[in-house]
């Protein structure tokens, strides 16, 4: 089954990157989410209050999103507030969004669980998807157009997840 998820890492081109090579993603598109408006732009960004976002299209019968969001907690620091790599901003929070009430709990469960393990709060937040806006075309699959643009995410570490 086709599923979505909408995850916020920091900058979303290295993000964007990171999940387009895991097998089971289809395919991915970077936007701003969960703003105070539907309309926003790269400009604007820090008045709508919209995080640098990643929608995630994959088939949940080759990656169900537990491994997902394992790739995700991989990639970021989980406790870092409003920051990621160089990337500093309310743009660049975490973030997990979903439309599906049950992908909610699945990774309001997940993220539990990680607490368990964890000295310090994470600070990834969990919520609905209240809107999506598309990015401009040359945010769109960027590093792989600059291959050598600024990237927080070490795009050859991937663990066996």
Not at 136 to 143: A, F, G, S, T
């Amino acid at each position: 089954m086709i599923k979505y998820i909408y995850l916020a890492g920091g900058c979303f081109w290295g993000v964007e990157a990171y999940f387009k090579e895991i097998d089971g993603v289809l395919d991915t598109e970077v936007g701003y989410a969960n703003g105070k408006s539907d309309q926003t732009n790269y400009q604007e960004i820090k008045f709508t209050d919209h995080a640098e976002t990643v929608e995630i299209k994959y088939d949940d019968e080759r990656i169900n999103l537990e491994r997902l969001l394992e790739y995700l907690y991989y990639i970021i620091d989980p406790f870092s507030i409003d920051k990621q790599g160089n990337d500093r901003g309310r743009q660049y929070r975490t973030g997990i969004y979903s439309k599906n009430e049950e992908d909610l709990k699945k990774a309001k469960n997940f993220l539990d669980k990680k607490q368990e393990k964890e000295d310090k709060e994470i600070k990834v937040e969990v919520e609905k998807l209240k809107n999506f806006v598309v990015a401009e075309d040359y945010h769109q699959d960027y590093l792989e157009k600059n291959p050598t643009g600024y990237c927080h995410i070490n795009l050859n570490d991937r663990p066996n997840i």
